[in-house]
Structures are given as structure tokens and as C-alpha cells.
């Protein structure tokens, strides 16, 4: 069994004592999302978080990283673009 799949496989049974996740229906995920947007969130994550990491990118032998500030202002010129 691959890494990943015994990770999801956990997830599911539960963190320790295997007990179930409850099960999610579509109605009480509307009802937890209902007037959000993905543009809504993503600005709210920004306005919390503006110095969090929101992006890693292979760079050579490293890793280049984006804030969600830098991201949003990628995100701004991007769509400035699109007009």
C-alpha cells in the first residue's frame, strides 16, 4: 500500500482510536459555505495571513516561496491583464 494511500485510509478511520469520520452531506456543506465565494475566501485568507506561505515552487535544489500578499498582488496585475 503506497504512503499516500495509508495517510487517506487513516484520515478516514480517524487520528487514534479508528473511530469514523461523521459523514458530510451536500446540504450541510452549502449550509457551512452558503454566500462564500472562492475571490471572498481567497481575500480573507489574504487579509489574516498576508505573511503566510501560500505557494512553494521547485528552484533548483530548493524551494521558492510566495506569500498570500505577494500571491494576491500576482493574482491583481494578472486580472488587470485580463481588461
Not at 484520515?11 to 472562492?38: D, F, H, I, Y
Not at 485568507?45 to 494576491?72: H, I, M, N
Amino acid at each position: 500500500m503506497s504512503t499516500l494511500r495509508a495517510r487517506a485510509l487513516h484520515m478516514v478511520k480517524g487520528n487514534e482510536g479508528g473511530s469514523p469520520v461523521p459523514q458530510v452531506t451536500n446540504e450541510m456543506l452549502a449550509e457551512q459555505t452558503r454566500g462564500q465565494t472562492v475571490p471572498s475566501r481567497f481575500l480573507q485568507t489574504v487579509r489574516s495571513r498576508p505573511d503566510a506561505v501560500a505557494l512553494k515552487a521547485r528552484d533548483g535544489d530548493g524551494w521558492q516561496e510566495s506569500t498570500f500578499a505577494e500571491y494576491a498582488e500576482d493574482a491583481c496585475r494578472v486580472a488587470a491583464g485580463l481588461r
